[in-house]
């Protein structure tokens, strides 16, 4: 999502990399140009005057690192100065008795229903029983939808298809799930196209009767600006106690998720960064402050990475590259988990330095999809004995997988290069051969 903020910050910290000093003239110069980038990424106008001011003062009054240049210095203020701007990270305060009551507001098509069943899922995962309720007798599809998320996530939902009110659903729920043993109950509650007082009216009854200990916003970020109006207007009514950023894979500006926080004063607890139902990361304002500057965020990736790999097979990896074996069928489970862990464009920006590297490069996410599963395709066209001793794949075997696979023999004899390359690799890593590299096993 901050892709267009982040090339922007870099291209004003190269310029100020090519300076010996930090001057006064150097910070005004560059402050210009950060508050520029701000605007156009939709950061509210307020938010840009504070957030400029701070760093003004932090730049010209602070005692400059000798082991520091210039870009370096500024870049370490706007870092932090951005997680000041983007709050403390919020978690979900579950406390007191149970059955805890989370109910989930916004507007209609910010992804509030999707975010219902990501939030049960995320819950289960911490060891929680929950049971999502659905509230929205509005919108056509909408109980539906939840219920085949109940289904898919084998998560129970209450719902009622006749007519009663959406207050009295939500209380039915939640004698509902004191007698199920749920612990955690949430409320998918309806959306409208716009602000309005009966929609708000409905929720103040809902909050009123069954007392919720969070009132989540689920907000688009890439609505911009107008989503910190939508945070105002619903904070004012039923008091939010945090916001849930949904769309923040999207190519938005970015700057609603920058601005937010600091207008409502609001926590942000999570970030949907994806369709997906795992695609839900608490929020952390260090990480993504590190985002927005092109930092990288290796914490994220390893999360993801422990999600996706299965504690078991990666012991069983790790046995096999010990005694330097790596067939096929290795390479295609491991190419599966990482494809598990999102999108590949997505995960190289997460690398420190690698996002600085692909700047201005056309990196084409559908022909890279495409790539492997035409790899998947032609492992899986191979018997057990070829994956298993690549060797024997002689120019008939090849045209048989060519054929099954939809590829050619080129490329067959491509992922075999490939395959041998890392083979070589592996074992020079066994041993202690390959340059620069601690003898590792």
Do not use: W
Request: glycine share 8%; aromatic share 4%.
């Amino acid at each position: 999502m901050f892709e267009s903020l982040s090339d922007k910050l870099q291209a004003v910290f190269n310029k100020l990399g090519k300076r010996g000093i930090l001057r006064e003239e150097d910070v005004k110069a560059v402050l210009r140009e950060i508050r520029l980038a701000l605007l156009e990424a939709d950061v509210n106008y307020k938010v840009v005057k504070d957030f400029i001011d701070r760093v003004r003062e932090d730049a010209v009054g602070a005692e400059l690192s000798k082991a520091l240049n210039p870009a370096q210095q500024v870049v370490k203020i706007v870092h932090q100065e951005l997680m000041i701007t983007l709050g403390e990270p919020g978690r979900l305060e579950l406390r007191g008795h149970a059955p805890y009551i989370l109910m989930l507001v916004g507007l209609q098509g910010s992804g509030k229903t999707t975010m219902v069943g990501k939030l049960a899922r995320h819950l289960r995962a911490t060891g929680h029983f929950p049971l999502m309720v659905a509230a929205d007798t509005y919108r056509p599809a909408a109980i539906t939808q939840l219920e085949v998320l109940g289904r898919q996530l084998n998560i129970p939902v209450y719902s009622d298809h006749g007519k009663t009110r959406p207050p009295d659903i939500c209380v039915n729920a939640l004698e509902d799930a004191r007698k199920r043993g749920s612990d955690v109950v949430l409320l998918d509650t309806a959306g409208r196209l716009q602000l309005d007082d009966d929609m708000m009216a409905e929720l103040e009854a809902i909050r009123s009767r069954v007392r919720p200990i969070e009132v989540l916003l689920v907000a688009d970020a890439m609505t911009g600006q107008e989503a910190v109006n939508i945070a105002q207007g619903f904070h004012e009514r039923v008091g939010l106690t945090g916001l849930i950023l949904t769309k923040v894979d999207g190519d938005a500006r970015g700057g609603a998720a920058i601005s937010m926080r600091a207008v409502t004063g609001v926590p942000i607890k999570f970030l949907g960064t994806g369709e997906k139902l795992g695609a839900l990361e608490p929020f952390h304002p260090d990480r993504l402050a590190s985002r927005i500057l092109g930092m990288g965020d290796m914490l994220s990736l390893i999360e993801r990475a422990e999600l996706a790999f299965d504690e078991a097979q990666a012991e069983e990896m790790e046995r096999k590259l010990r005694k330097g074996e790596f067939d096929l069928e290795d390479f295609l489970e491991q190419l599966r988990q990482v494809r598990r862990m999102g999108p590949l464009d997505e995960l190289l920006k997460m690398i420190p330095g690698v996002g600085k590297m692909l700047q201005g490069a056309d990196l084409d996410k559908v022909e890279a999809e495409k790539n492997l599963k035409y790899v998947e395709a032609m492992i899986l066209s191979m018997t057990k004995e070829e994956r298993r001793n690549p060797r024997i794949l002689n120019a008939s075997r090849k045209r048989r997988i060519a054929a099954g696979s939809g590829t050619t023999v080129q490329q067959i004899n491509q992922l075999l290069g490939q395959h041998r390359q890392m083979q070589k690799m592996l074992k020079q890593v066994k041993e202690g051969k390959l340059r620069g590299l601690p003898r590792l096993f």
